[in-house]
């Protein structure tokens, strides 16, 4: 049975689905329950290195209701870490993006299972264009608010989560303790695959934008809906449309996350630390 056919059962909700996801990682980890879920974005990946001891690493594709991922530079694993506090953190390499065509369900299902694993903090981090100038290539940025341009959510029926702190200030405060450099900003999310016009992203920075991307908005609704604190992070890997001189390219994006890795990763490491 393949991830669609996961999500088509009608009898299969995004719930039941989870717990057999959950179920599975426990008796494959031999870990009851978790503290920290992190989704590792483009450039993050090497952060997983970081943050402690692995003890367990299983193929996406034999977890129900994953699969292997589709971008390069995700990993394709669920890991579980121990951090040398004794915390025991799930890193979901295997992120699935909206516009992969598999459903908004497809997209939350990695947060769910988090959380029937017993998560209480959620660790989103993505790469990302940046509509700020004096933002370089390399440069981390806390988000603080989304605005979800997707169409879609992954709230289900009459289902009303309130949004407003969706971003922990509490959560942030940790990371400045680390680098009070670190500035924060409004993270964008298009539905891709194709990038931003050069229109598109004036009209972002117009409503309040900072940072235009395609992912983490719809999982960090679901990770509030399951009831876990979440900490977002962007890596600008480059200028958007139309700030930028040159055409954009994946390619330019694994090349700014490979370079600014070792830096982002030990940053990253630290804040989960105090988490």
């Known amino acids: 049975m393949n991830i669609n056919d996961h999500f088509s059962a009608s009898s ?41 001891e692995t003890v367990s690493e299983i193929p996406a594709g034999e977890i129900p209701g994953f699969s292997a991922p589709a971008v390069a530079g995700h990993g394709g694993t669920l890991r579980s870490i121990r951090t040398p506090s004794g915390k025991i953190a799930l890193v979901l390499g295997s992120r699935t993006h909206y516009y992969e065509g598999k459903g908004v369900r497809a997209v939350a299902h990695g947060m769910r299972t988090a959380a029937a694993l017993g998560a209480q903090t959620a660790v989103l981090t993505n790469g990302c264009g940046g509509l700020v100038k004096e933002w370089k290539p390399g440069q981390p940025v806390l988000i603080r608010d989304h605005i979800n341009l ?23 405060n940790i990371a400045h303790q ?9 993270y964008v999310q298009f539905r891709g695959p194709h990038y931003e016009t050069p229109a598109e992203v004036q009209m972002a920075k117009i409503i309040g934008g900072d940072l235009v991307g395609m992912s983490t908005t719809l999982e960090a609704i679901a990770a509030r809906e399951a009831g876990m604190e979440v900490l977002g992070i962007s890596l600008v890997t480059n200028l958007a449309a139309g700030i930028s001189a040159t055409p954009l390219s994946h390619e330019e994006v694994l090349a700014a996350g490979a370079a600014a890795g070792p830096q982002i ?3 990253l490491a630290q804040i989960v630390e105090r988490l």
């Open 12 to 52: 299969q909700t995004p719930q039941s689905l989870a717990e057999q996801a959950a179920q599975t990682i426990r008796e494959r980890s031999r870990i009851e329950s978790y503290d920290i879920a992190l989704v590792l974005g483009s450039g993050w990946g090497k952060a997983a290195d970081l943050i402690g």
């Open 150 to 172: 997707t169409g879609a959510s992954p709230l289900e029926g009459a289902t009303f989560i309130d949004l407003t702190d969706l971003y922990s200030q509490r959560l942030r």
């Open 178 to 186: 680390i680098d009070p450099t670190l500035p924060e900003g409004v």
């Open 265 to 267: 990763s030990q940053l």
